[in-house]
């Protein structure tokens, strides 16, 4: 009976921990949430309740029609970018993990260096030569140059998580489709690609979160208020 009870006490504290965890990283957004339904009185508070005490929705009406509503037009732009550079993120991801995973010899170990080595470099470094780059190709307060930037800057971590997924699939699978006389891009859609669904959908979202989520590299590229995206709105109501 004791050691058949440990298990459920083991397994109650997991739960107990995770609910722990769960309620943690949700305050913010809960207390984020019951703020945005406050009037002015209560935000200046200096220990103000968490439930609000004069409920009110202006603050959303103010938001979304001032500016000849700016705010909608920004989140558009947040969706297009973001939508864009997930899907490229994906589909040039994909076939070059392949590659990375089957393929080896010197030239494959120095690509996967040179993926790691180049998520070592502060924003900060590289930001200016970016910059000027995407000014020589007239690419600058554009949404065509932000989403080429996210691309390249999500696409070394989409490489590693695809390559892990890849190599846990079966080379017995892709050489009986060689010996069908399958192609390789052949065996990467019909074989590959649908073993991949989960590892695809984990690395479209991320690809996705990433790019809308980015603040610095919108900063510095943007200039024109109705290219820009959600999170350069939001920090101006700070």
Do not use: C
Request: avoid cysteine; aromatic fraction near 12%.
């Amino acid at each position: 009976m004791i050691v058949a009870s440990r298990p459920k006490r083991a397994k109650s504290y997991q739960y107990l921990a995770l609910a722990f965890f769960l309620v943690f990283l949700s305050f913010p957004l809960l207390w984020m949430l019951s703020m945005s339904f406050k009037g002015p009185r209560e935000l200046v508070q200096l220990y103000p309740s968490f439930i609000p005490e004069d409920f009110t929705l202006q603050n959303y009406r103010t938001a979304l029609t001032e500016d000849d509503h700016q705010l909608v037009r920004n989140g558009i732009n947040s969706l297009k970018v973001a939508t864009v550079t997930a899907l490229l993120t994906t589909m040039i991801g994909l076939p070059a993990a392949y590659v990375l995973a089957r393929r080896k010899g010197l030239t494959t170990r120095l690509g996967l260096g040179w993926i790691l080595i180049s998520q070592m470099f502060p924003l900060i470094l590289i930001i200016i030569p970016l910059f000027l780059l995407l000014r020589d190709l007239k690419l600058t307060n554009s949404h065509v140059g932000l989403v080429l930037v996210y691309v390249v800057w999500a696409l070394p971590f989409i490489l590693w998580m695809l390559m892990s997924y890849i190599r846990g699939i079966p080379h017995d699978l892709e050489e009986a489709a060689t010996v069908d006389g399958a192609s390789r891009f052949q065996i990467l859609v019909g074989i590959i690609a649908p073993l991949l669904v989960p590892g695809i959908v984990v690395t479209t979202l991320f690809a996705f979160i990433s790019a809308w989520n980015e603040f610095f590299f919108a900063l510095v590229i943007l200039e024109s208020p109705a290219l820009t995206t959600l999170p350069l709105r939001l920090a101006q109501y700070v």
